[in-house]
């Protein structure tokens, strides 16, 4: 069943009356994991091989979200991990937005923006203290959404991809935004 989300309601008009978001199991992979790759490497300008892949939805396919329009066709996807980030003092649990695509004639729906929201409401329950990830600068539609969703620049990375394109860290923090909300800030 769709769950869009009040602000999203106005941009549904023209998605399939069948879309819904599913949390990735394990028992999916042998109908979504070929779509999975075709959907995010089409976009992408380092392939990732299968091993990548399975690397995060093994450990944390809970936090991998797919959007399923008509005959459940994948029409978005997000994938993720979650782990303690030793750097930091005291040491901080830490979300990664690893991969994130939505098929090209579905985009601008907010489909993206549902799952973004449903990997960071698991990343909640987990305990996680921030959100991080990466995206190249040049790539306006990504910033946008995640500035939106509350995400601010931390580091610029110069020429952090293989096309020499640079990058955004962007982070999303929280604990810190928890806190806010705890002093009636936000
Ligand atoms: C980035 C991406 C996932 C967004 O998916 P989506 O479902 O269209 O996202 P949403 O509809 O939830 O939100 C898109 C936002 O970008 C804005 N946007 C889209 N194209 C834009 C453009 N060319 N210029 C400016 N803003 C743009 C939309 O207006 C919307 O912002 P708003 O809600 O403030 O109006 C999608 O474009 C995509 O798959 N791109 C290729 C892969 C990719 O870049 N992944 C991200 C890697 S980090």
Redesign the pocket.
């Known amino acids: 069943m769709a769950e869009l989300e009040t602000r999203?309601k106005g941009?549904a008009a023209g998605l399939p009356a069948e879309l819904r978001y599913i949390q990735y199991e394990h028992a999916l992979e042998k109908q979504y994991l070929p779509s999975i790759r075709a959907l995010?490497s089409k976009?992408?300008s380092e392939p990732y091989s299968i091993y990548v892949y399975r690397y995060f939805l093994y450990q944390w396919g809970d936090l991998c979200f797919m959007a399923l329009g008509p005959k459940s066709s994948l029409l978005?996807v997000i994938i993720c991990k979650l782990e303690t980030h030793q750097s930091h003092s005291p040491p901080t649990l830490r979300g990664y937005?690893a991969?994130?695509?939505?098929?090209?004639g579905?985009?601008?729906?907010?489909?993206?923006?549902?799952?973004?929201r449903k990997a960071i409401d698991v990343m909640v329950e987990r305990n996680a203290d921030e959100v991080v990830?990466?995206?190249?600068e040049t790539?306006?539609?990504?910033m946008?959404?995640?500035e939106?969703l509350g995400f601010i620049r931390s580091k610029k990375l110069h020429r952090y991809y293989l096309n020499g394109n640079s990058a955004y860290r962007l982070v999303l923090h929280l604990k810190k935004m928890a806190d806010m909300a705890g002093e009636g800030l936000v």
């Open positions: 999203d941009k995010i976009d992408l978005g937005i991969m994130l695509a939505v098929s090209e579905w985009r601008n729906h907010g489909i993206a923006t549902t799952l973004v990830l990466e995206t190249e790539n306006v539609p990504a946008k959404l995640y939106r």
